[in-house]
């Protein structure tokens, strides 16, 4: 055996014995600072929850007792669509927790590289200090050795001794991310499989919904459509949305003067607080930035996001769903009254689209319309979209143009799948079309 092949020999069994050492030695905890969390404002929220839940349960208990067919399927269709909307919400985590899984994947790789590439560099370290030995300074200085020479080397060897330590305190760090890692990306992927597992419960349950429905609609859907077409249904229906417009509208009005007097109130304290910090010599603290048959036409657009107030979208809107246009607004409607809006003829399942930014403020079944979604665009516009089969967005949430918030059904008692759409200002509907462009 050659004198070579033993010193790498003797290389290799410090290198393991440093490694051995590091693994089984305590890991040093580094407590890292978690990044505070952001307190949100929901105060505001709750209260327009509570207030729009209450409006509803107001308008359900007002409504007339006569017994509408369209009524024993409400229940059904609110369950289905609460179905979808956790399915929903469902894949989007999982969309979520599977990015977080490939981005813990490529950190384990970079940090098994990084691991090599170290153990590579502490093996030359041990390697070079077993070549030069350990000598004693005393020892070289009895030798009689250059002191020179002695000087150049001990700063050489305290200089390996230092990186080594150096060395060995980065793969103590680099082992404790990989355990690290590992915890996480365990977590993880158990949280995923909590997810997946929950979506096959959740399919099966909206399965055997949707067949209950299916049945109950078959048993009633003469009534339903003889009720339908009764003289002044659809008046009782468009008495009952006026009513919840306006209701919804003086909640609005009142928060937004709310509002306005909190950011009066803010403002005021800044320009006070500005005021002491000049008096003092002090430079104030930067502010916040501020943050197809006859009469049909087909819609082949959907909407996208924009910048801007809602009224300066008129004539660039897009529809909120691809397909035929009917029902045009102010035409006369089978079983009297007039379109207050327009229907627009689908599939079911196909997703609606939000026309602009704006707020949820209504997300439930309605009769008439069954599940009923409004967005609040602000300076009193309102956009309506009714009988669909999946409200996917609640009360309170934020959306933007272009944004999935539900999918295309008959709910309500509709014969046909579509969405019935309204445009809004200040409680009095509007011609969609005039504000929607088809090219």
Not at 215 to 237: C, F, N
Not at 394 to 421: C, H, K, M, R, W
């Amino acid at each position: 055996m050659s004198f070579s092949f033993q010193r790498r020999s003797i290389a290799h069994s410090m290198l393991a014995f440093a490694l051995y050492f590091l693994c089984a030695s305590p890991l040093w905890a580094q407590k890292t600072a978690s990044a505070p969390e952001v307190a949100e404002k929901r105060a505001d929220l709750s209260e327009l929850r509570q207030r729009i839940d209450g409006l509803r349960k107001e308008l359900s208990s007002n409504e007339d007792s006569r017994a509408d067919a369209a009524d024993r399927l409400r229940e059904s269709e609110r369950q289905i669509s609460r179905l979808q909307r956790q399915l929903h919400d469902l894949g989007s985590q999982r969309g979520q927790l599977q990015t977080q899984l490939g981005a813990l994947e490529n950190q384990s790789r970079s940090l098994a590289a990084t691991l090599t590439q170290q153990q590579t560099q502490l093996e030359q370290l041990l390697y070079r200090q077993y070549l030069r030995g350990d000598p004693d300074s005393l020892q070289l200085l009895l030798n009689g050795d250059d002191p020179n020479q002695m000087a150049r080397d001990l700063h050489y060897l305290s200089a390996i001794a230092n990186a080594r330590s150096d060395l060995m305190g980065e793969i103590r760090q680099t082992i404790q991310q990989k355990k690290t890692l590992a915890a996480q990306t365990r977590e993880r992927s158990s949280e995923l499989a909590e997810v997946e597992n929950e979506q096959r419960k959740q399919h099966s349950e909206l399965d055997k919904e949707r067949q209950a429905h299916k049945t109950l609609y078959a048993e009633i859907s003469d009534k339903v459509r003889s009720q339908r077409r009764e003289i002044g249904a659809l008046q009782r229906d468009e008495k009952r949305m006026t009513q919840l417009i306006d209701r919804l509208s003086r909640i609005l009005a009142q928060q937004a003067a709310a509002a306005r007097a909190a950011e009066a109130q803010r403002r005021k304290q800044m320009e006070e607080a500005a005021r002491k910090a000049a008096a003092a010599g002090k430079t104030p603290p930067p502010a916040a930035s501020e943050k197809k048959s006859a009469g049909e036409t087909e819609n082949h657009y959907e909407p996208a996001p924009s910048d801007g107030s809602f009224a300066k979208l008129k004539g660039r809107l897009r529809l909120p769903v691809q397909g035929a246009v009917s029902g045009r607004f102010g035409s006369a409607r089978e079983g009297g009254g007039q379109w207050r809006g327009v229907f627009i003829r689908a599939a079911n399942g196909q997703p609606v689209k939000a026309i602009a930014k704006g707020r949820v403020v209504f997300a439930e079944w309605m009769r008439g319309f069954g599940n009923l979604l409004i967005i609040d665009h602000g300076d009193n516009y309102l956009s309506i979209y009714g009988n669909n089969d999946a409200l996917l967005k609640q009360v309170g949430q934020a959306v933007q143009g272009g944004d999935t918030i539900a999918s295309v059904g008959n709910t309500g008692g509709n014969p046909e799948s579509g969405l019935y759409f309204e445009i809004r200002r200040q409680g009095q509907p509007i011609d969609p079309l005039s504000w929607a462009t088809l090219k």
